[in-house]
């Protein structure tokens, strides 16, 4: 079975640009998370995604804003980015995720996007 | 609020010898707990979990986790150490508590250095 793809792998952009991060989960996984992992931050949760609709959310802008399809295939956004913005941006996904109260499942990680903001 | 603690930056053991990974956890509820491992330029794999019974875990690659709850730990361990065991170690929480369901809460990471 194959694991879960994210794409780009690398991006580059300039300060001020937006960008969208795409990721596929595990075929019958309904549940994508993503993160953001910076050396000074750690790994840090931005949003959860389930059956199309947001399920939870970290401390983030509203810069920073994501969506789930039909397929469970997701994107993130992060619009007029900024040099901290910088990071390995990990995607997981889960077979159902949470529905109320905290699921024993598994996330499985994505290899990750690097994105370097110039 | 939820939070883990990985004490040690860095771990260095001699390829044989036996290594931990110190993990502690403070969560509201019963907790979920996870040990994941980073190398380099890649994504994060799982290694094994806690949810509920016997306190001594077992995972992938020879690893095993214990378990502590008077002790909110939750320590990675392998009895004998290889060097492409060397890489980034996450341990991570979950909580039980309606408000905290769903995101893990992962440490600051430990790396483990194994030299032959």
């Avoid at chain 1, 994508?32 to 050396?39: D, E, G, K, L, M």
């Avoid at chain 2, 890649?42 to 008077?70: H, M, P, W």
């Avoid at chain 2, 809460?105 to 030299?115: A, M, R």
Wanted: aromatic content about 12%.
């Amino acid at each position: 079975k194959a694991g879960v793809t994210q794409t780009p792998r690398y991006l580059i952009k300039t300060r001020g640009q937006q960008v969208t991060l795409s990721c596929s989960p595990i075929s019958g996984h309904r549940s994508v998370s993503w993160y953001q992992q910076t050396p000074g931050q750690g790994l840090q949760f931005l949003f959860e995604y389930f059956s199309e609709t947001q399920r939870n959310k970290g401390n983030f802008p509203g810069r920073f804003s994501g969506r789930q399809f039909s397929n469970s295939r997701s994107e993130m956004n992060v619009s007029t980015l900024e040099l901290g913005d910088s990071a390995l941006y990990l995607c997981a996904s889960s077979r159902v995720g949470t529905a109320g109260t905290s699921s024993t499942d598994t996330q499985y990680f994505g290899p990750g996007t690097r994105l370097t903001v110039l | 609020a939820q939070s883990v603690a990985q004490p040690e930056d860095q771990v260095n053991v001699a390829e044989g010898n036996p290594l931990t990974v110190k993990c502690t956890y403070s969560v509201s509820g019963n907790p979920y707990l996870f040990w994941y491992v980073q190398y380099p330029n890649r994504g994060l794999q799982f290694l094994l979990k806690y949810i509920t019974g016997d306190n001594l875990v077992k995972g992938s690659y020879g690893f095993e986790a214990e378990f502590n709850k008077s002790q909110t730990s939750f320590h990675l361990k392998k009895p004998s150490a290889l060097v492409s065991d060397s890489a980034l170690y996450f341990c991570a929480v979950r909580g039980t508590v309606s408000s905290n369901t769903g995101k893990l809460i992962f440490g600051q990471g430990t790396t483990l250095q194994v030299k032959p």
